[in-house]
């Protein structure tokens, strides 16, 4: 038996003979296959970084990430503050 795949018969009214996949064993096969398609975006988004643009635009590139970095930082923080400290839903 696979680790993945545990399937069981159903022992629900109305669903005789029914196969149901067992969800609970699939979670962490999916968050792993998440997490990788995740990483293997960001590695083609950095190599295409560094064979598109020269030295200088890179710098430049990385200011701006690190400017709208912290403006969301920022803006969450009021956010939860808005939030907490007057209610605003």
């Known amino acids: 038996m696979l680790l993945a795949w545990r399937v069981r018969r159903a022992k629900l009214p ?3 003979g029914m196969l149901i996949i067992d969800t609970a064993a699939l979670t962490g ?3 792993f296959g998440r997490l990788f398609k995740f990483f293997l975006l960001a590695t083609v988004l950095v190599l295409l970084v560094r064979m ?3 030295r200088q635009q ?7 990430a690190t400017t709208l ?3 969301l930082l920022i803006s969450s923080a009021l ?3 808005a939030y907490w400290l007057w209610g605003v839903h």
């Open 29 to 31: 096969w999916i968050m």
């Open 58 to 64: 890179r710098h430049s590139l990385r200011e701006w």
């Open 79 to 81: 956010f939860v503050a």
């Open 52 to 54: 598109l643009f020269s």
């Open 14 to 16: 109305g669903a005789v």
């Open 69 to 71: 970095a912290q403006a």
